[in-house]
Structures are given as C-alpha cells and as structure tokens.
C-alpha cells in the first residue's frame, strides 16, 4: 500500500492551502483516512480524519477552519486548511487504516509566517 501526498508549501497567517492523499496498492476498503501533522518538538497528532460513509473528525484546533473530504472511487483524501496561522506549521502526514492497520504517506511540509 502506498500514500502519495501533494501539496503544502509557504503561505501567509489568514491563507489557505490544499492537501491532497492518494492510496494504491489496496486490495481491501479503506475503513478510515485522514491527516495527521508533527511540529518540531512535538509528538504526531491527529488532524482531521474521514470513514468510508463520510463520517467526519477533527482536532479542536482546526475545528471550522479545516476540511477534510474523500473520494472512495479514487482512495483520495483531501484536507482544505482555511485560516492558516503559524500553529498549524508542521510536517503533514496522510493515513489510511485498512483492516486495523495504519499506513503513512511521506509527509508534506506546511509552514505558516509572515
């Protein structure tokens, strides 16, 4: 199974990005996917995660600023991050959990400054 992640980059505080996830190589239904992000210095957190019938989960951090979609005849993964502040500069990680198993993508960087 294989993530391929797309997007990220420099942006300004208030600006908006998009993150992009697509998983090949699965013979089995993607039960969940998401992203997760790490900050220098900090652990791996949850971002924002997506189930296979739409059902929806976010940090509270980014709760109403993010959003996260998916498209279950393509395994792809969206992540549309409004509002960005200089707190949400991390690495960006896609996932995707199929049959309990968790599979990463390679990370993407966001950085937030001005």
């Known amino acids: 199974v294989q993530l391929q992640a797309s997007g990220g980059g420099l942006v300004q505080p208030g600006q908006f990005l998009r993150l992009s996830c697509a998983v090949s190589?699965?013979?089995?239904?993607?039960?969940?996917m998401g992203w997760y992000r790490q900050a220098p210095g900090k652990l791996r957190e949850l971002v924002a995660t997506?189930?296979?019938?739409?059902?929806?989960a976010y940090a509270d951090s980014v709760k109403g600023r993010f959003a996260v979609s998916r498209d279950n005849a393509n395994d792809t993964v969206v992540l549309h991050m409004n509002s960005l502040k200089p707190e949400d500069t991390a690495v960006y990680y896609c996932?995707?959990?199929?049959?309990?198993?968790?599979?990463w993508g390679q990370g993407t960087q966001v950085t937030v400054s001005s």
């Open positions: 996932n995707a959990v199929i049959l309990s198993l968790y599979y």
């Open positions: 997506v189930t296979s019938i739409g059902e929806t």
């Open positions: 190589g699965s013979r089995f239904s993607i039960n969940v």
